[in-house]
């Protein structure tokens, strides 16, 4: 079982930045793939962004692409997505994953316009 926690939603006009983080529980956190996802309301959640285990191989959403950018410290079993640019459309709750099995419980950003 892996616990993830993530942190760094808030509130942020529009053409802002924010970073989010999230921290796992397992010093296996390594071993695993990581993705952020994110939920608006009333729509399905979506893939945002994804690492591999080494943080080498990264792949974006279309709509993310050169706004944000994720990356992975695995000495501190956090993974990290920095995002810039920030539009209202994405006001949503993101979601860490850990290997397309395990979520956290998500966090809340809110652009304004």
């Known amino acids: 079982q892996v616990q993830l926690v993530e942190s760094g939603g808030g509130l942020v006009q529009a053409g802002g930045s924010l970073r989010l983080s999230c921290a796992a529980s397992?010093?296996?956190?390594?071993?695993?793939?990581m993705g952020w996802f994110r939920q608006a309301p009333g729509r399905v959640r979506e893939f945002v962004a994804g690492?591999?285990?080494?943080?080498?191989?990264?792949h974006y959403a279309d709509s993310m692409k050169g706004r944000f950018t994720i990356s992975r410290d695995n000495a501190k079993n956090t993974v990290y997505l920095q995002m810039n640019s920030l539009k209202p459309e994405d006001t949503a709750v993101y979601y860490c994953?850990?290997?397309?099995?395990?979520w956290g419980k998500g966090t809340l950003v809110t652009v304004s316009s």
């Open positions: 994953n850990a290997a397309y099995t395990y």
């Open positions: 397992r010093r296996t956190f390594s071993a695993y793939a």
């Open positions: 690492i591999s285990w080494s943080g080498g191989g990264t």
